[in-house]
């Protein structure tokens, strides 16, 4: 059986280099990778495209890697928000490249790469400021934007359960764009609450299976970094 | 309008939430139409959809029980309804594009006569957020808009063209108003309603877009 458990987060990290795409999960504070992300700060990468929904609350996640100088462009559907004002800083002192996309079109985007698809019709955004500079096509009188396919370097993937296959399961709202992050990377990367025997994870209940995933680190379960409130 | 009050956030939300049908699945965006959730009527079983992959979210629960996977798209805590389900993103997505939300209630800065809304960015700012928006309005069975009648300046955000960076073209159906309800049809704006001691009149005069007064116009049930 190929190996795909790794014992540090240093082996976690070693297919990562300067400049690679790298898809990152996360929304609010959960289903975030924190402990991959930290080590990549740690390595001191540079450079990365980043691609993820937001641009990160406070310092956890995309904020993270802005504050520790890893990022050369963010792709994702909301770079601005209170709690965080890293991104706007860098962007407005033209330290950090933005591409925006609408969120469901950024899913289905990776979704599309995953699935070996070049791009795909969509209707999100025809007409608007996202639309400049892409071709659009139609069909039946509907007008659509030519999407591109948004493959990942690497994914970094939160799951709460992995098994020696690295068949995932995700608790409650946590999976957001985890699952077609990890089809759409050619080198995933998983950090797992919890690992559990080969054969424990109910094959009908898994919800992103292990062909996805190349490496797998358990964390242990951990309260995000920033919530201040009750956690169990 | 010496007896007119404009409606607060509360009365707006529970004038919209009196269009929600039982049996709806319908998105919530942030501010006022998140408020619509506490005037469902007794006995509907209308179920939220959030874009981060909840079908079926329930009210906030008590502060000892709030778990950080399970939050609204505003970061918000929240609960499951009973039958609840959770998809990922790109699923999540395929409801709201795929034609499963029977509406969407938005906010927004300007709302133009043809349906046409801006609500991601401000002409003056580098940075916008789109999130969610651009893909629900481009899906949803119904774009209920929630937003002041005016900005601070007493400038109308019911406008003939938008000047504001659009979201999503021709998609909103009703706006719901500090003082008005008015529908977007083929024709342009239709007046259906206004807030207690407004006359259509005042509505007129508050619009910066042609105003056609329906015939049964009537008054919010504030």
């Known amino acids: 059986m190929k190996q795909k458990k790794v014992e540090t987060i240093e082996d976690a990290l070693d297919r990562i280099s300067d400049g690679d795409t790298v898809l990152v999960g996360g929304f609010g504070f959960s289903g975030i990778p924190e402990k991959l992300i930290d080590g990549v700060c740690e390595r001191g990468l540079r450079d990365l495209t980043i691609v993820n929904n937001s641009s990160g609350a406070q310092k956890l996640g995309v904020a993270k890697l802005l504050h520790n100088g890893c990022v050369g462009k963010v792709i994702c559907s909301f770079p601005w928000g209170r709690e965080s004002k890293i991104f706007t800083d860098l962007y407005e002192a033209g330290k950090v490249d933005l591409e925006i996309v609408p969120q469901g079109i950024l899913a289905e985007r990776m979704r599309a790469a995953g699935a070996g698809l070049g791009g795909i019709l969509s209707p999100s955004g025809v007409g608007t400021e996202i639309a400049e500079g892409k071709s659009t096509h139609e069909i039946d009188g509907v007008e659509y934007l030519i999407e591109a396919a948004l493959p990942g370097d690497i994914a970094l993937v939160k799951a709460t359960k992995v098994d020696p296959r690295g068949n995932l399961i995700y608790r409650l709202a946590s999976q957001n764009m985890n699952p077609v992050m990890a089809m759409a990377a050619k080198y995933t990367i998983v950090e797992a609450d919890e690992e559990v025997a080969l054969g424990d994870l109910d094959p009908e209940h898994i919800m992103t299976a292990g062909v996805f995933v190349d490496r797998y680190y358990v964390t242990g379960r951990y309260k995000p970094d920033g919530w201040d409130g009750a956690w169990s | ?222």
């Open chain 2, 1 to 222: 309008m010496s007896d007119s009050v404009r409606l607060d956030r509360n009365q707006i939300a529970k004038r919209v939430a009196a269009e929600l049908q039982d049996g709806w699945l319908v998105n919530l965006g942030l501010g006022i139409p998140t408020l619509a959730v506490n005037f469902i009527p007794e006995g509907y079983d209308v179920i939220f959809h959030s874009e981060n992959g909840i079908i079926g979210m329930g009210p906030q629960p008590a502060d000892e029980d709030v778990d950080t996977d399970l939050m609204s798209a505003g970061k918000g805590p929240v609960t499951l309804i009973p039958g609840a389900a959770f998809v990922h993103h790109a699923d999540s997505f395929a409801v709201a594009r795929g034609g499963r939300l029977d509406a969407a209630i938005l906010g927004a800065y300007q709302v133009s006569d043809n349906g046409d809304f801006a609500n991601w960015r401000l002409p003056n700012r580098h940075v916008g957020g789109i999130g969610g928006a651009m893909d629900i309005a481009v899906g949803a069975q119904q774009v209920f808009v929630t937003m002041s009648h005016t900005d601070k300046d007493g400038t109308s955000k019911l406008v003939e063209n938008l000047t504001y960076p659009l979201t999503t073209r021709a998609c909103v159906t009703k706006v719901f108003t500090d003082i008005a309800v008015i529908s977007v049809t083929p024709e342009g704006f239709v007046l259906d309603e206004v807030a207690p001691g407004f006359t259509p009149d005042d509505v007129i005069a508050a619009t910066a877009a042609r105003l056609i007064v329906s015939d049964s116009v009537s008054t919010i049930a504030a």
